[in-house]
């Protein structure tokens, strides 16, 4: 309505600015306004099914008539011409704002600017006017008659196409609602037709009602046959066929269709004829049972934990079994006489409740049975056991498999940690290690609810495989720098190589100096990087980051693990072997380059901080632990400075110094500092010799 309110306002204030215009300038004129007496009497603004106008004029012509007969009247036919001319043109302008003004109306029409159109617009076909509309110059016939045909049109035409092309995804919410309902109403047939059969449980008094439920089940079984189940998609030669005409022909050729044809026979018409009690008329409704069964088997498909639904299901069978033969003892005990004798029911107490612990009793062979007495009575309670044997011990055995199925992985799961314990202890291996393996075994099912995630998706196609993969580790793969630079393409070759590995706290994961053979992802915990000494951590490392990536990288003499590397709680790994990381390397330079680069980055990093510790090992220790005299040196001491045997003590064969004499201990022998900085010149020594070690 607002919509239309503004439109009007757009549409109608500028016609009516000329109006008054017209208006204004006529009371100017001397000559008679074309509004006046005679032009408005005479003038017609006629507007036909095409929008024109055409405009008659009798007053015109009279005019030139009476300018015919006396020319005397010149003054006053000239006037006449001039007006005439005027109102032509205001008639002419009149036109073309009512042209404007209908052309605008039809666009508006065609094209209904409300949110729902525009999204219908790109499935139903553009809405056409049925009749053009009819224009008036009243203003609100423009506007208001075209607006209310083109809603209801509109809503026609949705449902119309709702009706002709929905197509119902078999696996879809809406089907398997619908599929409930179905299944419902099934079985409230088949609870009720032989419970109302064979008990007295239908009184004119609350028939009605019965009635009532019957035929919202029944209403339910037609809507299932005529819109639900001919709309149902299917696959066909791998792909989906939604053509409405080849879906019901599809439906038509199942046996369900015979089936739901079958299940809804109006037999119950002859109730007229035998009595609205006959229920049993209405047994064609147990034809849809397969219903009901395709509604579990949905339902199994959909669910992520089936098996509650599966043993509901079998119990389900169970009770109905029970639940017929109930009604099975009643016919028969009110065949024989309700408390004719022992064997039938007495009539005492509620009798449905009476029947069915009957029936309970004889299908499980539970408790004592009142003893048949006549033939006929033998023969019922034998087919009873029978069912109860055969039957019952089917569905029985069918609730153990499903019971063993669902604890199937848990069961092989204790299975191998009893073994696993078991050979542990036959071994004598030590208590802390047993109870390592154990805490390994319980964190690693807490964690993964399997032993051996990476075999679980070994039967599914490649492609599906890896999507699976990402879609799992995405998480984890988003953070890890290695893989947010490189290619897709390596990301989803290397995602499926990943292993997963739990550590314990306190294991080491890498040992410095080892070969690598493969490198690690850390999915959930945190690792250290162990420096020089245990308690020194050069880096701690969290969820995303990649290590012992070093080693693997072919660099020339940095094939060993640079670092220990230890789990500091429980930590969830991604380990991708030597193997497949160079394969997929080969084909990725740009990712091998990235590698290496951080390699080295992390191999400058250590090497720095080596330098720093060693710097400080210097800075901590100026002063060498005292120097004991040694032989050479006491002899030295005593031995005059100049004297032959003093430099063949010093120098040897050779008789003069080598290099700096300043650096030479023996010569200064009195030099304190030389003596007393030996040791730590020595160090200073070694740790260039193991920091160029580590940089090479
Ligand atoms: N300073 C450091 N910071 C972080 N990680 C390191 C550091 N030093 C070594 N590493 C990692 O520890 C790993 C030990 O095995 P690699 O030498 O194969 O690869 C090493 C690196 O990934």
């Known amino acids: 309505m607002e919509n239309i309110y503004r439109f009007k306002k757009r549409m109608v204030y500028p016609e009516k600015l000329s109006l008054d215009q017209v208006t204004d300038k006529s009371s100017t004129t001397a000559a008679s306004s074309w509004c006046s007496g005679p032009l408005e009497r005479y003038t017609k603004i006629d507007i036909n099914s095409d929008s024109t106008i055409r405009v008659k004029s009798a007053n015109v012509q009279s005019d030139a008539r009476e300018k015919n007969r006396s020319p005397s009247l010149e003054n006053v036919a000239a006037t006449t011409t001039a007006n005439r001319q005027f109102i032509q043109d205001r008639i002419r302008h009149l036109v073309d704002a009512f042209s404007t003004r209908a052309q605008a109306a039809r666009e508006r029409i065609e094209t209904p600017a409300t949110p729902s159109s525009i999204s219908s617009r790109e499935t139903i076909e553009p809405t056409s006017v049925p009749h053009k509309p009819k224009l008036s110059t009243s203003e609100t016939s423009v506007e208001v008659v075209p607006q209310t045909k083109t809603k209801s049109n509109f809503v026609y035409k949705n449902i119309k196409y709702v009706l002709d092309n929905k197509i119902i995804d078999p696996n879809g919410k809406v089907y398997i609602t619908w599929m409930s309902i179905a299944a419902m109403s099934v079985m409230y047939n088949a609870w009720v037709i032989p419970l109302r059969s064979t008990f007295p449980y239908q009184t004119p008094q609350n028939r009605p009602v019965w009635m009532a439920f019957d035929y919202i089940a029944d209403f339910v079984y037609f809507i299932d046959m005529i819109l639900i189940q001919p709309r149902v998609k299917y696959l066909h030669e791998g792909f989906w066929v939604t053509d409405m005409a080849q879906l019901r022909h599809n439906y038509i050729k199942k046996k369900a269709f015979k089936l739901d044809l079958i299940s809804l026979i109006p037999l119950d018409l002859l109730y007229f004829v035998l009595g609205p009690d006959r229920v049993i008329l209405?047994?064609?409704?147990?034809?849809?049972?397969?219903?009901?069964?395709?509604?579990?088997?949905?339902?199994?498909?959909?669910?992520?934990?089936?098996?509650?639904?599966?043993?509901?299901?079998?119990?389900?069978?169970?009770?109905?079994?029970?639940?017929?033969?109930?009604?099975?003892?009643?016919?028969?005990?009110?065949?024989?006489?309700?408390?004719?004798?022992?064997?039938?029911?007495?009539?005492?107490?509620?009798?449905?409740?009476?029947?069915?612990?009957?029936?309970?009793?004889?299908?499980?062979?539970?408790?004592?049975?009142?003893?048949?007495?006549?033939?006929?009575?033998?023969?019922?309670?034998?087919?009873?056991?029978?069912?109860?044997?055969?039957?019952?011990?089917?569905?029985?055995?069918?609730?153990?498999?499903?019971?063993?199925?669902?604890?199937?992985?848990?069961?092989?799961?204790?299975?191998?940690?009893?073994?696993?314990?078991?050979?542990?202890?036959?071994?004598?291996?030590?208590?802390?290690?047993?109870?390592?393996?154990?805490?390994?075994?319980?964190?690693?099912?807490?964690?993964?609810?399997?032993?051996?995630?990476?075999?679980?998706?070994?039967?599914?196609?490649?492609?599906?495989?890896?999507?699976?993969?990402?879609?799992?580790?995405?998480?984890?793969?988003?953070?890890?720098?290695?893989?947010?630079?490189?290619?897709?393409?390596?990301?989803?070759?290397?995602?499926?190589?990943?292993?997963?590995?739990?550590?314990?706290?306190?294991?080491?994961?890498?040992?410095?100096?080892?070969?690598?053979?493969?490198?690690?992802?850390?999915?959930?915990?945190?690792?250290?990087?162990?420096?020089?000494?245990?308690?020194?951590?050069?880096?701690?490392?969290?969820?995303?980051?990649?290590?012992?990536?070093?080693?693997?990288?072919?660099?020339?003499?940095?094939?060993?693990?640079?670092?220990?590397?230890?789990?500091?709680?429980?930590?969830?790994?991604?380990?991708?072997?030597?193997?497949?990381?160079?394969?997929?390397?080969?084909?990725?330079?740009?990712?091998?380059?990235?590698?290496?680069?951080?390699?080295?980055?992390?191999?400058?990093?250590?090497?720095?901080?080596?330098?720093?510790?060693?710097?400080?090992?210097?800075?901590?220790?100026?002063?060498?632990?005292?120097?004991?005299?040694?032989?050479?040196?006491?002899?030295?001491?005593?031995?005059?400075?100049?004297?032959?045997?003093?430099?063949?003590?010093?120098?040897?064969?050779?008789?003069?110094?080598?290099?700096?004499?300043?650096?030479?201990?023996?010569?200064?022998?009195?030099?304190?500092?030389?003596?007393?900085?030996?040791?730590?010149?020595?160090?200073?020594?070694?740790?260039?010799?193991?920091?160029?070690?580590?940089?090479?």
């Open 282 to 696: 209405r047994f064609p409704r147990f034809f849809k049972l397969h219903t009901f069964r395709e509604f579990f088997s949905f339902v199994d498909k959909l669910l992520a934990n089936p098996y509650v639904i599966r043993i509901t299901r079998t119990l389900m069978y169970m009770m109905y079994l029970i639940h017929l033969n109930a009604c099975a003892y009643y016919a028969f005990s009110d065949w024989q006489g309700i408390g004719s004798n022992n064997f039938v029911f007495d009539g005492v107490n509620n009798a449905y409740i009476k029947c069915f612990y009957f029936a309970t009793k004889t299908a499980t062979s539970i408790g004592k049975n009142p003893k048949p007495t006549q033939e006929i009575e033998y023969m019922f309670m034998t087919f009873s056991w029978l069912m109860g044997v055969f039957v019952f011990a089917l569905l029985i055995g069918q609730i153990r498999d499903i019971i063993s199925t669902a604890t199937r992985s848990k069961t092989e799961y204790r299975k191998l940690v009893d073994e696993t314990l078991e050979y542990m202890r036959r071994l004598n291996l030590p208590q802390d290690m047993q109870k390592r393996v154990q805490m390994w075994f319980n964190y690693t099912w807490e964690t993964q609810h399997t032993l051996d995630e990476n075999n679980i998706m070994d039967c599914l196609p490649h492609k599906m495989k890896t999507d699976i993969a990402i879609n799992v580790h995405i998480h984890t793969l988003s953070k890890v720098k290695l893989f947010a630079d490189c290619d897709e393409a390596l990301r989803r070759e290397l995602v499926l190589q990943l292993k997963s590995v739990i550590y314990l706290p306190g294991d080491i994961i890498c040992k410095k100096g080892d070969v690598g053979k493969e490198m690690y992802i850390i999915q959930s915990g945190k690792v250290q990087v162990i420096g020089r000494t245990e308690n020194e951590v050069l880096a701690t490392l969290s969820e995303g980051s990649v290590f012992g990536e070093i080693s693997l990288l072919g660099i020339p003499g940095m094939n060993r693990r640079t670092a220990d590397v230890r789990s500091q709680g429980h930590s969830n790994l991604f380990v991708l072997s030597k193997a497949d990381l160079n394969s997929a390397l080969s084909h990725y330079p740009e990712a091998q380059e990235l590698l290496n680069k951080k390699a080295k980055m992390l191999m400058k990093k250590n090497a720095a901080l080596e330098r720093k510790h060693n710097a400080m090992i210097i800075i901590d220790n100026p002063t060498p632990p005292p120097k004991q005299a040694k032989l050479l040196d006491t002899v030295l001491q005593v031995v005059a400075p100049d004297s032959k045997t003093n430099r063949l003590l010093r120098y040897g064969s050779r008789g003069k110094p080598r290099g700096r004499p300043e650096n030479d201990r023996f010569k200064y022998r009195n030099s304190l500092p030389s003596i007393k900085n030996y040791g730590s010149i020595e160090r200073t020594f070694q740790t260039k010799v193991t920091v160029h070690r580590t940089m090479s």
